[in-house]
């Protein structure tokens, strides 16, 4: 079993849900990810920090909030759960959408990822493919963020 990470555009107040517990939250994010709301980045989530940030496990500022910022929401040790308010997310959508392809893919370092292990370790796979999975995943990360801050949402990141 591996770690996976979850993103979700949140209407202000519906964030407060999550509190309620694992029910709430599945419900919550059932009804994100039938919306087109919510992105599972699956194992991607590492990689993608790492090529959004060049930092392995911390960074600063908007690009970093796969791993970083947001206020931490309930008390679930194990897949702990952060929401980022409409002004955080409109940031992490302006920084995100400076940033294309080629400049993501320019920052891939497969020598490097790996003697930092970032998580998944599969830096020796074909780049071609490897390429196509991240980018693909972010694309999808980008069209989240994107909705969320034209709607006046915030976002809910969970990790576990």
Known sequence: MGMYC??????????????????????????????????????????????????????????????AGGELLGSDDEAPARWFTPEETAQIHQALSQLSDDELWARFDPVAMEQNEIYPGIWDEPEEELQEEYLGYFQQLKQVVEVAARNGQGLIVTLG
């Open 6 to 67: 979850e993103v979700s555009a949140v209407a202000v107040g519906d964030h407060q849900r999550w509190a309620a517990g694992p029910h709430a939250q599945t419900a919550l994010l059932q009804t994100l990810t039938s919306t087109g709301s919510s992105v599972s980045l699956e194992k991607a989530w590492h990689g993608l920090h790492y090529l959004l940030t060049g930092d392995v496990w911390e960074g600063h500022g908007p690009l970093a909030f796969l791993l």
